[in-house]
C-alpha cells in the first residue's frame, strides 16, 4: 500500500503506454484515504465484477501487504496479466502457487523489485558479463532509513520485519550477482528503541569462495544516504551510493564509482554518471513489453518462488 501512490503517478506519467481505467478498492478506510490523495484524482472507484466487464489488460496489484498475493492469484486465476509490489506473502505455499498460476495460464507476473532497472545496477550487470570485474566474491547491500515511531509500529506485522520489508531488494541484488548461496546466517534483532519489533535487519550469505550481506534498519540517522551496493570482483569493483537520490521534480539520480583493475594507490575508483530516472519507468515499460511479446520477461516464476524462499529463510 505505501508504494501505490508512486505507482500511480508513475502509469500516468507513462500515459504514451498505459491508460489507468480505475481503482479496485473494497475498504472502505482505505477509500477514504485514497480520494483525499492527490495522485488518485479523478480516477472512479469500482467493484472487482465491474473491473473484469471492463475486459482491462493488465491488474496493477498494490494494496496492504499481507493481502498482495491473494490479489494477484485472484487476477492471475482471471486470466490477466499481473503486475504486485514486493515481496509478496509471508505464506511460502501460496507465494508457490500464485507462481505456478501465472506458468500455467501463459500470464506475465512482475514483481516491483525496482532496483532491477537502476541504470547503476544495468551498468553493473553490464560490467560483469564482460567479465570486467573478474569473479564476483561478495555483495554488500544497506537500504536503511531514519524510521521513526510511528514507522516502527508497523513493522511487528511482518514476522521478518526490516529483512523482510526492505531487505528483500537487496537479497534480489545478492541473487542477482552472486547467485543463490550455499548457506544463509540471519542476524536480525531489535534496537528496543521504541517498540519489540525487528527493526535492524543483517544477514549474511555464504558462497564457496566469498561471503555478502544485507543489512537493513528503520532506526539509522540518515539512513537513506546510505544506501548502497558494493559490488567486488578479483578484478574490479563497483559501488552505487546512494543507490537513489531524489531530486525535486521527481525524478532520482544515482552516484556510483568503479574501479577496473589492480593498480597501485590509494583509490583508483573513478565516478560513473547516469541520466536522472524514474525508479518505476524501468519496471512498467517492460512489463508494457511482456504482455505485447516485444520482450521476454527474464524472471520466471520459478526465479520468483526461489528468491521469496531465500528472503524468508534470510528472515528466520
Known amino acids: 500500500m505505501v508504494h501505490s501512490a508512486h505507482a500511480v503517478t508513475a502509469l500516468r506519467g507513462l500515459d504514451e503506454i498505459y491508460h489507468l481505467e480505475a ?11 485514497i480520494r483525499n490523495t ?9 467493484s472487482w465484477e465491474e473491473a473484469q466487464r471492463r475486459n482491462p489488460d493488465a491488474f496493477i496489484i498494490e494494496t496492504d501487504e499481507h493481502r498482495l498475493v491473494e490479489n494477484a492469484i485472484r487476477s492471475l486465476e482471471a486470466g ?8 509478496g506473502s509471508e505464506d511460502a505455499a501460496q507465494f508457490h502457487r500464485m507462481c505456478r498460476i501465472a506458468e500455467k495460464n501463459r500470464r506475465v507476473l512482475t514483481l516491483g523489485y525496482m532496483f532491477r532497472g537502476n541504470p547503476a545496477v544495468q551498468y553493473a550487470l553490464e ?10 566474491f561478495s555483495v554488500e547491500g544497506q537500504m536503511s532509513c531514519p524510521g521513526g515511531p510511528g514507522y516502527r509500529r508497523t513493522l511487528p506485522r511482518f514476522k521478518g520485519g526490516m529483512m523482510y520489508y526492505l531487505g528483500c531488494h537487496l537479497i534480489d541484488m545478492v541473487v542477482h550477482f552472486c547467485g543463490f548461496p550455499d548457506e544463509v546466517m540471519p542476524m536480525n534483532t531489535c534496537t528496543g528503541i521504541d517498540e519489540d519489533c525487528i527493526d535492524y535487519g543483517f544477514c549474511v550469505f555464504r558462497y564457496k569462495n566469498g561471503l555478502s550481506f544485507v543489512k537493513t534498519c528503520a532506526a539509522e540517522v540518515n539512513g537513506n544516504a546510505r544506501r548502497s551496493i558494493i559490488i567486488s570482483g578479483t578484478q574490479g569493483s563497483f559501488e552505487i551510493q546512494p543507490i537513489e537520490l531524489p531530486r525535486k521534480d521527481g525524478w532520482d539520480d544515482t552516484i556510483a564509482r568503479e574501479t577496473i583493475g589492480i593498480q ?20 512498467f515499460q517492460n512489463f508494457a513489453k511482456y504482455i505485447r511479446g516485444e520482450a521476454v520477461n527474464p524472471y520466471s516464476g520459478e526465479y520468483e518462488a526461489k528468491l521469496h524462499d531465500l528472503i524468508l529463510q534470510a528472515c528466520r
Do not use: C
Open 264 to 283: 597501485a594507490g590509494f583509490d583508483n575508483s573513478h565516478p560513473v554518471s547516469f541520466p536522472p530516472h524514474r525508479r518505476y519507468d524501468w519496471l
Open 23 to 33: 481503482i479496485v478498492e473494497e475498504d472502505s478506510e482505505r477509500r477514504d484515504f
Open 80 to 87: 490477466y496479466h499481473t503486475y504486485m509490489d514486493k515481496p
Open 127 to 136: 560490467l560483469k558479463k564482460q567479465g570486467k570485474l573478474g569473479r564476483i
Open 38 to 46: 492527490p495522485p488518485y484524482a479523478g480516477l472512479p472507484f469500482i
